[in-house]
């Protein structure tokens, strides 16, 4: 059989060249398969491990002692006091019989969470290891975190738009700049209708838990009013406040104020009401404000509930003294797939202690934000073509927002609005009740349609609206109307 060959035999293995597109194709074959023996790998040990752990969780373990690594800047007493509550409640289950395996991944689960909680680390890794004191017992261990931390020092300038007005601003930040999660912030704006504001902030932690923290700033501002008043505003205020995150149950924040106020820059066609109350003024105030928030989207929510109870008391000293409260809400629901249905409410009341409210402190309500269809802070009393505010108003708004039809990933959406409200002045030879049915009694109602465009971090409405009802005093706008910011009611 061997005699019948002769060469040059043909190679039979490989009779052409393979081509490209066959070697990718087996590559790609040989990455999946590959990627699918290492997954497997990976997913078994994972298994086994958890079944490692459940298997272990009662036995007794003990934790020693808690090493951070990688804070260097960060002051070691700050660590301790974020860390102590958790070893004491570590500790104190040991009368419970849960001084275990599980016990101790909790603890670290806990101590891993509170420093990523104060935001001073870009990676926070927590790990227990064998206790590497000499008179450690069998079950003590050490709880050891690896730590990465964040730069300390940041810039920015942007250009802004919200609350119908354009600016750009400059923004520093100072992390932890005494080593234990202080925050310093200073902000600078120069815009169309705010010229010119500057705030400078310091922020610190007052409890372990981080829920409680508290707040010292210094801010000036330089506002011009002649869109609604014949005058400009300058600020210069000094605020102390503690914030208390208390979880579902809300935000709580008890502040002091002390602001001095000047109103100046007037116009020659002034009216008599401005001028009464150009000049210096200070106001020495306390307030507290709960808020709670549970909506989905904040610039276009589909469920959930919005809620803010605000109260001041202005008097300890200065030249005004007055009780002023307002409430907000706001309420969504998806009826359907595709469309929203959002109610609101507002209202506040301000009440003088001594003589009559100073215009600075008074309720302004109108606009595209506040209720469509008016011209912004313009209803209300007025003096000639000034807009002197009010002590008492109330506002709601329903609103039904859609998807573009076949579009439903669009930022852009339809909706129809029904808006209505009112602001008034207190009126001193009436009592409270009476002031408040008059309010109620003769309210302003707008509606429109329009279209609504997402751009974080703000929302754009241009509206077509008409006012179905107004008193004579209202600026009311017919026709169409655009809204730039992040309230609406």
């Not at 234990?180 to 500057?198: N, P, Q, W």
């Not at 202005?314 to 005004?320: E, I, N, Q």
Request: proline share 4%; hydrophobic share 35%.
């Amino acid at each position: 059989m061997a005699e019948g060959l002769h060469p040059p035999l043909q190679h039979t293995a490989h009779p052409q060249e393979p081509k490209e597109d066959d070697l990718e194709k087996f590559k790609k074959w040989q990455e999946a398969r590959l990627e699918r023996k290492l997954r497997g790998e990976y997913e078994s040990a994972v298994f086994h491990l958890a079944e490692l752990v459940n298997q272990n969780l009662e036995t007794s373990l003990s934790v020693a002692s808690v090493r951070v690594d990688g804070a260097t800047n960060t002051r070691k007493s700050f660590l301790g006091w974020l860390i102590q509550p958790w070893l004491a409640r570590h500790t104190d289950d040991r009368a419970s019989k849960t001084n275990n395996l599980q016990g101790a991944l909790y603890t670290a689960r806990g101590i891993s969470h509170i420093l990523q909680e104060t935001d001073l680390f870009h990676s926070v890794d927590a790990k227990i290891q064998r206790s590497r004191d000499y008179l450690a017992g069998e079950g003590d261990v050490d709880i050891v975190v690896t730590t990465r931390e964040k730069g300390r020092f940041y810039l920015k300038t942007a250009t802004e738009f919200g609350n119908n007005e354009g600016s750009v601003s400059v923004t520093g930040r100072v992390r932890n700049i005494f080593g234990g999660a202080e925050f310093l912030e200073g902000h600078y704006s120069a815009g169309t209708k705010t010229r010119r504001s500057f705030q400078g902030l310091l922020s610190l932690p007052l409890s372990p838990s981080l829920r409680t923290t508290g707040q010292l700033s210094l801010f000036s501002q330089e506002r011009d009013l002649s869109s609604f008043a014949s005058c400009s505003e300058i600020l210069h205020g000094l605020k102390v406040a503690i914030n208390s995150n208390w979880g579902v149950h809300g935000v709580h924040e008890v502040a002091y104020q002390a602001i001095l106020r000047h109103i100046n820059n007037l116009a020659p066609s002034a009216s008599v009401s401005i001028r009464e109350h150009a000049g210096q003024t200070i106001k020495s105030s306390i307030s507290h404000s709960w808020t709670k928030d549970t909506r989905d989207d904040k610039l276009a929510a589909s469920r959930g509930y919005y809620c803010k109870l605000f109260q001041e008391l202005a008097g300890l000293s200065g030249d005004v003294s007055f009780y002023k409260a307002e409430v907000e809400s706001q309420i969504s629901r998806r009826p359907v797939p595709g469309m929203s249905l959002s109610l609101a409410a507002r209202c506040g009341l301000l009440k003088a202690l001594a003589g009559p409210s100073h215009f600075s402190d008074r309720f302004q309500l109108g606009g595209p934000l506040s209720l469509r269809s008016f011209k912004a802070n313009s209803m209300g009393p007025r003096d000639g073509v000034d807009s002197l505010g009010g002590d008492i108003y109330w506002s709601t708004g329903v609103s039904l927002v859609s998807d573009i039809p076949r579009k439903p990933h669009w930022p852009i959406k339809s909706h129809i609005f029904v808006n209505s409200g009112r602001l008034d002045a207190m009126d001193g030879t009436k009592g409270l009740s009476e002031n408040l049915i008059g309010c109620l009694r003769k309210p302003s109602i707008s509606a429109g349609v329009g279209l609504i465009y997402r751009f974080d971090p703000v929302r754009v409405e241009v509206n077509f609206g008409v006012p179905l009802v107004a008193s004579k005093s209202d600026g009311v706008r017919r026709g169409f109307q655009v809204g730039i910011g992040m309230e609406f009611l």
